[in-house]
């Protein structure tokens, strides 16, 4: 086979701008609300958290935002990151689809979180910032955020899910190879963690309490701010970067995609490969090729297909303003599936707002039958996926495999948003068929979406 | 900083022909000689083995070997491999010295394995051949040849050390995701292996026991032949393809280096990013730039700089051809210290020769300067090298500090042959101050030594 599998972009062509949907939305987004007021909040509501510059982004009606240079210097490590062809899959499938994937996993944290952990460390080094806080779960995020202080100089502390703290000590060690600081939480450092401590010493912790202890951290120290590693406006945009080099790369192939897959945890992998190409389709009304965007969750959180769209607080301990968003309840704690980046309550309100407008469609696949698309992604095409990304190899097989039922031969484009290797445990599990799929408690689910804020219209 | 970091070959200058050192030794290799008559080997006596293709490489005098098109349309799944500058890395040691590094990280498997576990998979497969059996200590090898045999349709089996098998189950999960087969060795699969497992049921295992092992089950089946992840003349020529690519990177940046460092524990990394440069020496005579080529080994380990230049055995169950080399001795045990890819008696015949020929020097570094090494280089560069390439990056810092204390801009070109992905555990054991350096035992040495196979001159 003499077709390049391969579409490398020349680093001339590397993105300087960040793409901003918010500049094409047919229906403008919903306003974040005060969590003590319920009224909407402005940029000056937001100062304790983050650098102007970057909760300028976060409410910038401008179509582009220039990447600065500095950022992308460091970009270069890994950018323009490499689009395949999966040819070996489509013939395993037998499919007439053609298959194309972005792979995020050549950063050095293995996944796309450095395209915005770069950009908000730089920003807050600018600011003059000397320590970051932020949360994490299995990992990736407080990883890559390390990795961004490392280099601005920057001082990071990651909240660590005790849970994941105690059981996957790599991806802490990586944070601390880095010269992170690394915390389980619910920890004895902050008022929520101390409460939460009283009550249950033993409390496995949860992204929403993790959220909660970095963000009072942050609002409480004048040199320290705050970092998201999904859901916000500015930190997808920080991701379209993934979509835009994409979308030059399918042109280098001569291909245009008809479906663009994605999985969904807060949102913002799924957002950086299809916000440029429903961009696209928004500015060129019906002269634009209509392209289907599936976000592909897990089953076991399932916020685009079972959640509420409604305002709710984005952690458990209500210290973050509320946002308009698809939402299984902030108190609703998802069961311990491997997927840890896909394990949050909430969805980013942009990908929300596109649900509900009907611009993208949502599905949910349970963790076998995506550690089963990942294994043999991994033997057709030699990368094995994190298990984030497995749900992307599911959809992108779903897809293919409808294409051969219709006898179409659709162009597929899926993001490979990051590689496995700190997850073999849980492959090591899939093989000795240790791995269940877990369902969440009905009950737990009702009576979460019961307990949403009510919000005056 | 506005140079560029990174230098990006463009795919159609992927080198199209390894580069094979025999063609321009001053001096020709001895023999391999076999270990029943301990007469000089032919072609036949390897059949059992290899595929004839391999065996004609092993022995080859060409100075080009072709790249067969379906090897190199894997390779482009992550080749061309970058070539980075260092200048972080500088301004961090405050040298005046320039410090480039190629990094091998971006394979599937992350390391330079799969430049070799590829051609051995297609040319075994092109031979009919429907099963590869291999050893491997941490997992590397197995996980790259394992990685290659699903791309080719291709079994395989690996014999990978018990003590790593039950300890490190990670590099393990990753070779049964690409479908390979692992067992601990010593295994009751072989002769070799009940023996030993009949005289101690708990036996840890070592390298030279999996290769007996590996060597015996090719050698009793007919469709099966066996693999070697370094060390043999063919393997190490697969491995050109790294320097030669640096020489064009290099190029491209306008510099030539003066000293070339790499990690040696069987010798392939290193050989493949110094011998493009060597023979280009050796061709050119008085006319090309001298360079100095250093070799890096762990202290616990040291063939080259304290092993004996001599005839010894590749395996513990002496089934293997001897070969002239440096070795520890064949029942040399090297304590259990991290980067299990440097843990291994014996060092390539190739180097060897260059090392009695005094055209590469060598030198050893304990495991935790190696270590301390690796972390300014993370904090500096972003990527975290696997502890087998730690020793590269010592010996590169060391080189940048003597140009420092020296006032020398000399420029330094080095291997990061692997990412850390999956030696985290490692790092974290460091961090806590619970990695010490591990002495070999000095009478064992002297033992092993003493115990070296007479062979007739």
Redesign the interface.
Known sequence: ??T???F?L??SKMPRDWYNIMADLPVPLAPPLHPGTLQPIGPDDLAPLFPMELIMQEVSAERTVPIP?PVR??F??WRPAPL?RAH?LEKALGTPAKIYYKYEG?S?A?SHKPNTAVPQAWYNAQAGIKRLSTETGAGQWGSSLA?AG??FGIEVTVYQVRVSYDQK??????M????AKCLPSPSDTTNCGRAILAANPDHPGSLGIAISEAVEVAASHDDTKYALGSVLNHVLMHQTIIGQEAMLQLEMAGDDPDVIVGCTGGGSNFAGICFPFIGQQLRGGGRTKQRRIVAVEPSACPSLTRGKFAYDFGDTGHLTPLTKMHTLGSTFTPPGFHAGGLRYHGMAPLVSHLKDLGLIEATAYPQTACFEAG?LF???????PAPEANHAVKGAIVEALRCKAEGRSEVILFNLCG?G??D??A??NY?AGKLVDQAYDENELAMALAGLPSVPA
Chains 1, 2 share one sequence.
């Open positions: 086979m003499n390049p599998t391969k490398v020349d680093e240079e210097e460091v270069r490590l395949y070996r050549v050095p293995g990795f490392a280099l000590p790599y991806r802490r060690a990586l601390e190879t880095y010269g294994v991994a033997r057709a095409e030699g990368i094995v590689h290797h700190f073999m445990s492959y090591a093989a």
